[in-house]
């Protein structure tokens, strides 16, 4: 009966031994040799949304004459701070429910505002081209100028902007150009314009 109780001991040796079971001296990480279906699920880390915040721009709207005016109207943006990002709002035009409220704009496609500079009082547009922009001498080519030129210089909150040049990209630089105006003496050549060179669009009294 003693050498009976012996015996198993040595039974289970020879068995961890048969089937190559390792024994390692130092622990070991497992998961290192588990199917990926077995491993446990990788920690995530999740960023906050970026916060909106409420611009406003101008588009246009005819009045109870018939004649375009400048009509301020709210967007939504990322609330990252960027004059260019609110300019290209007046490029895009009016959404669907704006134009339900008969907002138009004379943007077509293929303009796009690819930086600006701003200092003192002088803010820089720098366009792709102008290709987007009625491309006649028309009232319809002035009133995009106007939206552009008043929605940086009327409508921006936080900058201190009175005139503004509009640069447009010609092969591997920058050119300011005649910007056409409604009101007072043509600027000079690219020169910088007002707000006030588009009176003709605005409401009146709005710059007495």
Not at 29 to 41: F, G, H, K, T
Not at 152 to 162: D, N, P, Q, T, V
Not at 163 to 168: A, L, N
Request: aromatic share 4%.
């Amino acid at each position: 009966m003693k050498n009976s109780f012996l015996a198993i001991p040595m039974t289970v040796a020879i068995l961890l031994t048969g089937c190559s079971i390792p024994l390692d001296e130092e622990p070991r990480e497992l998961s290192m040799n588990l199917p990926d279906a077995l491993l446990p699920a990788a920690s995530t880390t999740t960023q906050a949304p970026t916060p909106n915040e409420t611009v406003k721009i101008f588009l246009a709207k005819a009045n109870e004459d018939g004649e375009m005016k400048l009509e301020p109207v709210n967007r939504e943006i990322s609330s990252d701070g960027s004059i260019n990002v609110i300019l290209a709002q007046v490029l895009a035009g009016p959404t669907l429910a704006e134009q339900e409220t008969q907002l138009v704009s004379p943007f077509a496609e293929g303009s796009e505002v690819i930086g600006v500079i701003h200092e003192e009082a002088l803010l820089e547009i720098h366009l792709d081209s102008l290709d987007g922009f009625p491309q006649d001498d028309s009232k319809s080519n002035r009133l995009a100028f106007a939206m552009l030129v008043c929605t940086a210089s009327e409508l921006i909150a936080g900058a201190e902007i009175s005139y503004v040049r509009i640069m447009v990209r010609q092969n591997d630089s920058l050119e300011a150009i005649n910007a056409p105006v409604t009101d007072g003496d043509p600027p000079e050549e690219g020169a910088p314009v007002l707000c006030s060179n588009y009176a003709s669009f605005m409401e009146e009294n709005y710059f007495s």
